[in-house]
């Protein structure tokens, strides 16, 4: 009876983990199949997208610049007279207008040689004395006297001898006309002389004076150094007391309100600088930022490309005009050059949407119909070079406008994957 009851016991225990376990696989099933439908839904790859759109791209690439002065607005102040430096006008910093005085060199010997000159000059141009034409005209009425009483008698001589010719010998004729022909040469030099006192000196004569004269002056406005442009005095050689010869250097002016950057440029953007060079010159051809202020924006709209490349790098050198109306590039200085090529118009897609695979391939993510498809595109023609410009690469080939590529995320996607498309990031405030 004891047996009974224990198989009993036994019979009912295990109905009841039979029917403990059938209860506890039910809801284990059960949330098997809401995971795999979880497992479903989370499959899909989460990536923001951006479109294949026709842009205008200008290309840049940047370089290292320095500031020079513009040759223009450099001037080197030498003596162009010899002195003793008597005052200096002007100091180191100063900034001075053309014209004006930089430095005063002694002139008394300059004044004194001026003064001479217009003293020959006005020597030679005065008009004769009325005492000094008197005393021509008398010369020449003595010296016509003399010739007529000369000829006369010569006429008296030639008639006697041609009547009888034994009364007057040949000693005697050749004497009176001899006689006569001095006479005649004295009377036409005081003529010549009456009427060189009438009519002046010769005009050569007077150009040479003049001549003179201008030169004295020249060398007495040398006395005076002024300047030959308008900027800063950024050197003062001279000293009072000191001696300038024709030809020292006395001072230095630069003007920086517009300054000359040069950079060099490596040679495959040549092609595309050149264009740009040679444009209107109403795009701008270059930026410049100084580390010194960088806050400010330097532009330069004109330049040109040295004929010369470096032996070492194959770089051509560039300078660009640029305006500096606050003077604050200043020479020497290294700046950072942004420099432009020709605006291309074509294809585009944000940089950050291609990959380079394991073969060098340049590789996109498309999005159709919700799901990735790995596409490879070029970004350049066969021996051409890509163009990019503000985070934007041209597409060649590959891709039509309006595509959808993935931008964030989709790097690596097999084809097929199920992609999700995350909403656009805010961009954020540009920094002033």
């Known amino acids: 009876m004891s047996r009974v009851v224990i198989r009993v016991r036994r019979s009912v225990v295990l109905l009841t983990a039979g029917v403990l376990a059938l209860a506890s696989v039910a809801p284990t099933a059960g949330c098997r199949k809401h995971s795999a439908s979880e497992k479903s839904d989370s499959a899909a790859v989460p990536v923001r997208i951006a479109k294949v759109e026709r842009r205008t791209l200008r290309p840049s690439f940047e370089v290292v610049g320095l500031v020079q002065a513009d040759p223009k607005r450099l001037a080197t102040v030498t003596a162009a007279a010899s002195g003793l430096v008597e005052r200096l006008e002007a100091s180191e910093g100063t900034q001075i207008h053309q014209n004006d005085l930089i430095l ?16 020959a000059f006005d020597r030679l141009v005065a008009k004769p004395r009325p005492e000094e034409l008197v005393q021509a005209r008398g010369t020449l009425a003595k010296m016509k006297s003399a010739h007529d009483l000369a000829a006369a008698r ?86 009072v007391g000191q001696r300038a010869d024709v030809g020292t250097l006395l001072a230095t002016i630069i003007d920086t309100s517009e300054v000359v950057v040069q950079a060099r440029v490596p040679g495959q953007y040549l ?103 790995p596409t490879e595109i070029e970004l350049a023609p066969e021996g051409g070079v890509e163009v990019r410009a503000d985070g934007w690469v041209r597409v060649v080939k590959g891709l039509q406008e309006g595509d959808v590529v993935a931008v964030e995320n989709g790097y690596a996607l097999p084809e097929g994957t199920p992609v999700t498309v995350l909403p656009s990031k805010t961009p954020e405030p540009k920094q002033p």
């Not at 006689?179 to 005081?190: G, H, L, S």
């Open 104 to 119: 005063q060199l002694d002139e008394r010997k300059a004044r004194t040689d001026l003064d001479r000159a217009q003293a």
């Open 154 to 239: 010569l006429k008296k001589t030639q008639e006697v001898r041609a009547k009888t010719p034994e009364l007057v010998p040949e000693v005697q004729f050749l004497e009176d006309q001899r006689n006569e022909q001095i006479a005649k040469a004295e009377m036409d030099a005081a003529q010549a002389q009456l009427d060189l006192l009438e009519k002046g000196p010769r005009a050569e004569l007077r150009r040479e004076a003049q001549v003179e004269v201008t030169a004295a002056k020249l060398q007495l406005e040398f006395c005076r150094v002024i300047a030959p442009i308008s900027g800063q005095v950024v050197e003062l050689k001279a000293r």
């Open 271 to 373: 092609g595309g600088l050149l264009q740009v060079i040679r444009g209107d010159g109403r795009r701008t051809l270059a930026e410049v930022r100084c580390p010194s202020f960088p806050d400010e924006l330097f532009e330069a709209k004109s330049g040109w490309l040295g004929q010369q490349t470096e032996a070492s790098t194959g770089d051509v050198p560039v300078k660009l005009h640029m305006p500096n109306p606050k003077g604050l590039l200043r020479v020497g200085m290294t700046v950072r050059v942004k420099v432009y090529g020709p605006a291309v118009e074509d294809l585009a897609i944000p940089e950050i949407a291609f990959t380079v695979n394991e073969e060098g391939h340049h590789i996109v993510t498309l999005v159709k119909d919700g799901k990735a498809a």
